[in-house]
């Protein structure tokens, strides 16, 4: 077994592949004893965080989707925004499942899914954000919504970065 610094190394000289490298390593580093080197168990838990952030970003915006002070485009935007997230969360979850059957002659194609998977969430994400653009939004709604939509969308292609990097 590797020492924790080997591990923790690792994780961050893996982070460097990243788009968000410091985000990459301040949210992968407390599973480096379970990631030790390996690249596969790196992506599993990059998925894992993405995944755990996208259902807390998909609960947030289905609760202010609930607010009854929104107009009519707000309303309709964050609507839109919590079935972005509810697709967003589905691929993901998708992709950790078929990142444990990862074996044999399937691998190719099984990597090949996840990577549509992940790309397709990051998809999902950023079309909710870009319907927040422009000034008739109300600003706390939009803030809020972004501040959190642009956080999981840099988890998830940290994950994306990941993954193709294990091929």
Request: charged fraction near 25%.
């Amino acid at each position: 077994m590797k020492s924790n610094s080997d591990a923790d190394d690792f994780v961050k000289s893996s982070c460097g592949v990243t788009l968000y490298p410091d985000l990459c390593y301040e949210t992968l580093s407390a599973y480096a004893s379970t990631i030790q080197t390996s690249p596969r168990e790196l992506a599993n838990a990059a998925l894992n965080v993405s995944l755990n952030e996208a259902k807390n970003t998909s609960a947030l915006v289905l609760k202010l989707s609930r607010e009854r002070e929104l107009r009519p485009r707000e309303a309709g935007a964050v609507k839109d925004c919590v079935e972005n997230m509810r697709e967003s969360v589905e691929e993901l979850r998708q992709s950790l499942q078929a990142m444990k059957d990862l074996e044999g002659p399937e691998f190719e194609f099984q990597m090949s899914n996840i990577q549509t998977w992940v790309s397709a969430a990051l998809t999902n994400e950023d079309t909710c954000t870009d319907n927040f653009q422009g000034k008739a939004m109300n600003g706390n709604v939009k803030d809020t919504i972004r501040t959190s939509i642009v956080r999981v969308s840099q988890l998830t292609s940290n994950a994306l970065a990941l993954i193709n990097n294990t091929t």
